[in-house]
């Protein structure tokens, strides 16, 4: 069998069965042997698992663990302590049932942009929402929408600075940061927010001129906003001073930003160079900026509550422990990426991809981005085995066509953002569940809001930076 072949099998059968279910920290190695297999290379099965699948999952988890690891803990921190809790509920306070949509798209905006895990956000904001839309008799269907685009569009991927995996994982391969071309992250985020509200609220005017509410859900344990804080929680949820709830998010950016932009760029590097020369600090500068801001952020959370937490001990258990499965499955993707690369008929995939758009890098990049992303399901992973596999050819196409890494980075994630909730994404599915609604119920405008208007989004980035570069 052409080894062409055996790599799409793998891929469609990696992307079925990711659907059905089955974790990917099983599949991709699986998938990859198959693939392997169906070449004709099977004689070379062994050597290639250790030598190149574990080799390219290994480095990954050597480059970002502290990200994932923080990031987690993070969340965790916030959600424990009561900072997401008040926030939200403050952003409630001030926008009310009367704009139900915007109230929860911005609450979960805010929360996910400040570094907050978009699945604590999603089971943070979820009662509030679904109090929201009962009182304002908006359809239940609509909800899981709507915390998608909060969650899982702009503040992800568009927004320049975002504590995001998804915008650290350029950063070695094209020497950038999370600031990359921010006046064009911003100009994105703003379509992607636009496109995304009014499409849901064209859904509630129809909605509300067809006569559907709310709708009967006995899954539901209603909880009136008024008594919303006599809901049982974890740690002390209701008396977070607004000031100290923010402040950690304004912590992860601020902090980023000034070692990004005022510290490093002044720090002379060579002492660091003559004792690890494999090491180029212009291109893990990003990573080390968003690591500072993390830890200073966590420590603050901390500090903050000292004597107020029910059990911090079990808050940093349970975040430590759960960045460990979202790290080892897009690590795992990387390393089926990388046995994918070897095989002679990549080759001519990779040849196709980039020979797209030969005299524009940025089209054939949002290309391989969307459909690695499909294909897995996740953003993160289809951003980190197309760069694995691409990324250095990306880097030289863009020099040469005179394209700044900084374009090339705010593109790869966006686009990584694109295709990567079609139904069989794991973070759609955790949704779904949390809400308890189906993919028959609320698939389509979750699609809409977190695949057509950023797709619309890439466009016009795409286009104003082949017309004006970076901004």
Partial sequence: MPSTLAIVISLLLLMFLAYRGITVLLLAP???????FLSGDLGFLLPIYTETFMKALGGYVLQFLPIFLLGALFGQLMADSGAANTIARWIVQRLGPKHAVATVVLACAFLTYGGVSLFVVAFAIYPIARDLFRTADIPKRLIPATI????FTFTMTAMPGTPAIQNAIPIPYYGTNVFAAPGLGILASAMILTGGLWWLQSRV?????NGEGYGDHESDQYLP??????APTKGPLSVMPLFLAVLPLILVIGVNAIFTYLVFPKTDFSPLVEKFPNVDPQKMAGLWALIIALVTACFTL????LGKWEDLKETINQGVFGFMLPLFNTASEVGYGAVIAGLAGFAIIRDSVLNLAPNNPLISEAIAM?????????????LSI??????PDYLAMAQQAGISPELMHRVAVMAAGGFDT????GAIITLLAICKLTHRQAYLNIAIVTMVTPVFSIIAVITLGTLFGSF
Wanted: hydrophobic residues 50%; aromatic residues 0%; neutral net charge.
């Fill in 422 to 425: 079609l139904p069989h994404c």
């Fill in 30 to 36: 699986v998938m990859a042997a198959l693939a392997v």
């Fill in 386 to 391: 197309a760069l694995q596999t691409l990324g």
């Fill in 205 to 209: 005017k129809k909605a509300q001129a």
């Fill in 370 to 382: 969307n459909i690695l992303a499909g294909i897995t399901g996740s953003s993160s992973g289809g």
């Fill in 225 to 230: 906003m008024e008594h919303a804080e006599e």
């Fill in 148 to 151: 998608a685009l909060g969650s």
């Fill in 302 to 305: 901390v500090i903050v509550r």
